[in-house]
């Protein structure tokens, strides 16, 4: 069974803004620790006093972290930004052999479109241009499930330090979810971190992506 100091550090992880509170020192300890045995239902289990020295050793050890978001925002103020718009989404049946997707590639890559196939357990995941859409639904028509348009393709070209340092994925994604920015497909090729989002929420992006402006 949990122990006490486990449950609560579990807790704290699995709330973001409560752990950023922590680590800023902007926190009652005491209202913290009531808030926590009654939500896991173990005030009667255990005392108050032992959630609450949980909670401030948690506090101690998370200030060491801090070092690795500065790691983390050093890389991405050395990051680019590129961004295509006029993006679609395509989700295929799998059952397409990779032959036929070898030769709609082709014609796409003959008008330098834009091609990103991700291979799921039960389908393929094809990311195009909106002007090559009709050679691929001319090949591939029956075998499309769903096709999603007005979207852009947010590239984040970082250093090769991204490769060696942990959290960063969870910087990014921390800062579109707080914004209530949904990212409709990922991925990544080495040190370019691929995110495709609706059009409308480019501006938005560009605003949040501003890394030197988040270290000051």
Same mark, same amino acid.
């Given at each position: 069974?949990?122990?006490?100091?486990e449950?609560?550090?579990?807790?704290?992880r699995e709330?973001?803004?409560?752990?950023?509170?922590?680590?800023?020192?902007?926190?009652?300890?005491?209202?913290?620790?009531?808030?926590?045995?009654?939500?896991?239902?173990?005030?009667? *289990? @255990?005392?108050?006093?032992?959630? +609450? =020295?949980?909670?401030?050793r948690?506090a101690?050890? %998370?200030?060491? #972290?801090?070092? /690795?978001e500065?790691?983390?925002?050093?890389?991405?103020?050395?990051?680019?930004?590129?961004?295509?718009n006029?993006?679609v989404?395509v989700?295929?049946?799998?059952?397409?052999?990779?032959?036929?997707?070898?030769?709609?590639?082709?014609?796409?890559? *003959? @008008?330098?479109g834009?091609w990103? +196939? =991700?291979?799921?357990?039960?389908?393929?995941?094809l %990311?195009?241009s #909106?002007?090559? /859409?009709?050679?691929?639904?001319n090949?591939?028509?029956k075998?499309?499930?769903k096709?999603?348009?007005?979207?852009?393709?947010?590239?984040?070209?970082?250093?090769e330090?991204l490769e060696?340092?942990?959290?960063?994925m969870?910087?990014?994604?921390?800062?579109l979810?707080d914004?209530?920015?949904?990212?409709?497909?990922?991925?990544?090729?080495?040190?370019?971190?691929i995110?495709?989002?609706?059009?409308?929420?480019v501006?938005?992006?560009?605003?949040?992506f501003r890394?030197?402006?988040?270290?000051?």
């Open positions: 069974m949990p122990t006490t100091t449950l609560t550090e579990n807790y704290l709330h973001p803004s409560i752990k950023d509170c922590l680590k800023k020192g902007i926190i009652n300890y005491s209202k913290l620790a009531r808030k926590i045995g009654k939500e896991l239902g173990i005030e009667k *289990k @255990t005392s108050m006093e032992a959630i +609450l =020295i949980a909670c401030r948690f101690v050890k %998370i200030k060491k #972290e801090e070092v /690795l500065e790691k983390i925002l050093t890389i991405l103020q050395q990051s680019t930004l590129e961004i295509k006029k993006v989404v989700i295929i049946q799998k059952r397409v052999p990779l032959e036929i997707m070898e030769r709609v590639e082709k014609k796409v890559r *003959k @008008t330098e834009l990103y +196939l =991700i291979e799921g357990t039960k389908v393929f995941t %990311i195009i #909106e002007q090559d /859409l009709e050679v691929v639904k090949n591939l028509k075998e499309i499930i096709t999603s348009m007005g979207l852009a393709l947010i590239t984040l070209k970082s250093p330090e060696t340092t942990p959290g960063v969870s910087y990014l994604y921390s800062l979810g914004q209530g920015i949904n990212v409709v497909e990922t991925m990544s090729c080495w040190t370019d971190t995110f495709i989002v609706e059009e409308k929420e501006s938005k992006i560009i605003g949040l890394f030197s402006a988040l270290s000051k």
